[in-house]
């Protein structure tokens, strides 16, 4: 705590066996994991849900990991658009991935959701399934080196108080709340990038545009700069553009007028939204991409966002929130019930498995070589379907050998597609 931060006179001290920090998907589903299983937990979140936030195309792997924490008739019902699978557009080449037809068991459909209503929805799941979350209370200092933690909490009606727990997980995303106050942010390893999004009201005629697929477009001369598509129902679409933020900015004009020039500048995406209107503000967010020193300590870990964040090409970060959040509930469960837990071996080490899984991914993506594995000529229906699990976001599933051992055999693919 800062001496700017110290309050004056002693604060109101309450007591919980588990605190969460943030109610977005990772804390929601940690929150709801872990009142199952019968330990007390608080959710203290700093905005009042509904909430903007980034993050839209989910991953089939996702459904699995809702449907533990009891929360997929919720979602079900809350009217999102179904999604099966990725298209790939670049320089007029086209190619798709139908996640039904995968190598790993599992779902194989999900949703691309409008967050501020899929956060509400996991968050109120978690409440009906009896966890406390209290909104626009913000964790602003934390004293981690006792023995049972103590936070500062400051309520946006003024009051401030602390909570004492056994354990806490950090589910700030990019609040990033322990890295910040413990120094524990590291660099990320990739080049800062940007994103200019908003949402359109497409007006997509196309008969052929497939709505129940994200569509990433490719800049026709420059591959590591990237287009979304999400579509949303009643002719709305999530439009994004990544790119370095070099390359933003030495683009004229304001947002809109930048976003308009990338999409005239492809012109498959420029026919397809001929008659697209866009009636939001344009907004922008950069350097996303995070590391940390550690995702755990003594008593606390670091879930989703508020870990390691990769990129969002593969549409992974929610996904690897909900991974986060079943691993540490499970690790943390254990712990309650007085079993010793090793939290690198039962926690940090297998998130990281399939978050460099995807790291693989991702680089290759950047620096071209995916892209080449994808819009090859000659696809072999069995590895189609192996990189389809990756797609889908079975990234932790060990008898996939791209996923096992993504850096060899990704490399030898690679290899392969390269020659002409
Ligand atoms: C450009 C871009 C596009 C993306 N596209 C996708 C995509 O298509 N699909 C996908 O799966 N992912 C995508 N992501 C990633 C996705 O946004 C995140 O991975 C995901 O939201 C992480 O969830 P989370 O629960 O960790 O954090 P969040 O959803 O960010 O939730 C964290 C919560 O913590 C709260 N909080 C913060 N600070 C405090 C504090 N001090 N006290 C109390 N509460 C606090 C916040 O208010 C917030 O509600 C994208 C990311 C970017 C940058």
Not at 192 to 220: C, M, W
Not at 329 to 342: H, I, N
Request: glycine share 8%.
């Amino acid at each position: 705590m800062t001496a700017d931060q110290t309050p004056a006179a002693p604060l109101p001290v309450e007591s919980t066996r588990v605190l969460i920090i943030g109610a977005g998907p990772a804390g929601a589903v940690a929150a709801a994991l872990l009142n199952q299983r019968g330990h007390q937990v608080l959710v203290l979140e700093r905005q009042q849900f509904p909430r903007f936030s980034i993050g839209e195309s989910l991953l089939p792997q996702s459904m699995a990991f809702l449907e533990q924490a009891g929360m997929v008739e919720a979602v079900a019902a809350a009217g999102f658009q179904y999604k099966d699978g990725a298209a790939f557009r670049r320089n007029g080449q086209y190619t798709d991935f139908d996640f039904t037809d995968k190598f790993s068991a599992g779902p194989g459909t999900t949703y691309q959701v409008q967050r501020a209503r899929f956060d509400q929805v996991l968050a109120d799941e978690a409440a009906r399934q009896g966890v406390e979350i209290r909104y626009q209370h913000s964790i602003i200092a934390a004293d981690m080196a006792r023995p049972r933690p103590l936070l500062t909490v400051a309520a946006d009606d003024g009051r401030c108080y602390q909570v004492e727990a056994e354990f806490v997980l950090d589910a700030s995303g990019f609040g990033r709340v322990l890295p910040r106050l413990l120094d524990l942010e590291t660099p990320s390893g990739f080049p800062t990038r940007q994103s200019i999004f908003t949402h359109i009201e497409d007006g997509i005629s196309d008969p052929a545009y497939d709505r129940n697929k994200i569509l990433i477009s490719v800049h026709p001369e420059r591959p590591d700069v990237w287009y979304w598509l999400i579509p949303f129902p009643n002719g709305i679409c999530s439009l994004g553009v990544v790119a370095e933020a070099s390359f933003f900015a030495a683009l004229d004009g304001d947002n809109e007028a930048k976003l308009r020039a990338l999409i005239g500048a492809e012109p498959d995406l420029a026919r397809l939204l001929a008659n697209a209107r866009l009636p939001n503000p344009v907004n922008t967010i950069h350097g996303y991409a995070a590391n940390v020193k550690t995702l755990c300590g003594d008593n606390f870990a670091l879930l989703g966002n508020a870990g390691e964040f990769l990129d969002p090409v593969f549409s992974s970060g929610v996904t690897i929130a909900l991974k986060s959040a079943t691993l540490a509930a499970a690790a943390l469960d254990r712990q309650l019930r007085g079993e010793v837990v090793d939290w690198q071996a039962d926690y940090a080490r297998p998130l990281k498995r399939g978050v460099d899984t995807f790291r693989v991914y991702v680089e290759a993506w950047y620096d071209g070589r995916f892209q080449q594995v994808i819009f090859h000529p000659e696809q072999q229906p069995a590895i189609k379907r192996m990189v389809c699990s990756i797609l889908a976001g079975y990234a932790w599933d060990e008898s996939n050998p791209y996923a096992a051992d993504a850096p060899r055999r990704f490399a030898v693919l690679a290899e392969l597609c390269a020659q002409p």
